[in-house]
């Protein structure tokens, strides 16, 4: 299997997903600086793999903090490490949702009367949790999925929702993988996704890696072979899903989701209910993150674009609940209306047919 992130005693060890396809290169992070500025420039990305790899941040934090502070230093030492690696993306909610979990878990050890280093043990415990609940949490994703994939057909997807973007195994790609180990014959389309090449450079990786069949093409072919009838499902993971469905997801997204609906394809969106934000009403309140422009104006060291070009560079954009055909979580499979069915998934009230049906 893919090993995106892992804790090791002398910090976090990460493969480098910026020099994908070429080179595999696993450096050890051993700040909480380093880990934020891995997340920032994109060493790893992924909503759920950078919720595990803040809370593997803030875990190297707490190690590296004087034990022989008093609690309420200890605590006070623990605040820019949680702010510093929240400042890192705004647009996944896993980052968010992640630190929260840990902020939580150090209160309680130290409301049930914790030391420091007891307190720290809990931290480091909880971010080696996550990080197999991830994997677990795909792998149940993937069953509830596959059961909506074709026996035999053509699965569209845009990004990257693989292993690469987990701690493993993967949501859109999870449910593309759990299709394959039921039997279904299913082949990918990945999108390049342009600018940071997600699908080019990881998808078809990974895939490559796992021989399931896979073609490569350009984001401005997808309508091209939709109406050409060569694509059965769009599968596609999400950065961040408000309470009503609109779901944030790297930017095409939305193109993708029109020229399904326009073709009559089903448009599936594969997340953990750690991606579900309630606290958005609306993908209007989803914070779309501008990355740099020569992400834009440059692929490597050649220059694409003439200097002092004015470029804009969303790295998200939002599709509205109506193109999305079902939420694949780990709890279920939600259907509209999504107000209902998402908050019955997240607050545990229901279990997956009760999701299904309301
Ligand atoms: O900018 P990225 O590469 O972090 O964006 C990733 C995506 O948009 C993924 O599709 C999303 O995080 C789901 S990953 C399981």
Excluded at 158 to 170: D, K
Excluded at 265 to 293: H, K, Q, W
Excluded at 317 to 339: C, F, L, S
């Amino acid at each position: 299997m893919i090993k995106t992130i892992e804790w090791t005693d002398d910090g976090v060890v990460m493969i480098d997903q910026r020099l994908l396809p070429t080179e595999e290169v696993y450096p050890v992070f051993r700040t909480y600086q380093d880990v934020a500025e891995a997340i920032k420039v994109m060493v790893i990305r992924g909503a759920p793999a950078i919720g595990v790899a803040a809370a593997m941040g803030v875990a190297v934090g707490a190690k590296a903090i004087d034990p022989a502070l008093d609690p309420a230093g200890f605590d006070a030492a623990l605040e820019p490490v949680y702010e510093t690696l929240a400042a890192t993306r705004p647009t996944a909610v896993n980052l968010f949702w992640a630190i929260e979990r840990m902020r939580r878990v150090a209160a309680d050890a130290r409301a049930a009367g914790a030391g420091n280093a007891a307190l720290v043990a809990r931290l480091v415990d909880e971010a080696k949790g996550m990080h197999d609940e991830d994997i677990e949490a795909n792998r149940a994703m993937g069953r509830f999925g596959a059961e909506l994939m074709p026996d035999s057909g053509v699965i569209l997807t845009h990004c990257n929702a693989g292993a690469l973007a987990t701690a493993g195994y993967g949501t859109a790609l999870g449910v593309i993988r759990a299709a394959v180990e039921a039997g279904k014959r299913v082949a990918v389309f990945a999108d390049e996704t342009r600018p940071f090449l997600q699908g080019a450079r990881l998808t078809a990786w990974e895939l490559h890696k796992d021989d399931i069949p896979v073609t490569l093409i350009t984001d401005n072919m997808a309508g091209h072979f939709m109406k050409a009838g060569k694509i059965d499902c769009v599968v596609v993971g999400s950065d961040r899903i408000a309470a009503n469905g609109d779901v944030a997801n790297k930017i095409g997204t939305y193109s993708v989701a029109v020229l399904a609906r326009e073709n009559n394809i089903p448009f599936y969106v594969a997340a953990p209910t750690s991606t579900v934000d309630l606290n958005c009403p609306t993908g209007e309140e989803i914070p779309i993150e501008d990355r740099p422009i020569d992400e834009v104006t440059t692929v490597g060291q050649r220059v694409l674009a003439p200097e002092g070009i004015t470029v804009a560079n969303p790295a998200f954009d939002v599709t509205p609940n109506r193109y999305v055909a079902a939420i694949i979580t780990e709890k279920g499979v939600a259907r509209a209306p999504y107000e209902v069915s998402l908050h019955a998934l997240v607050c545990g009230k229901a279990d997956k047919e009760q999701a299904q049906g309301v």
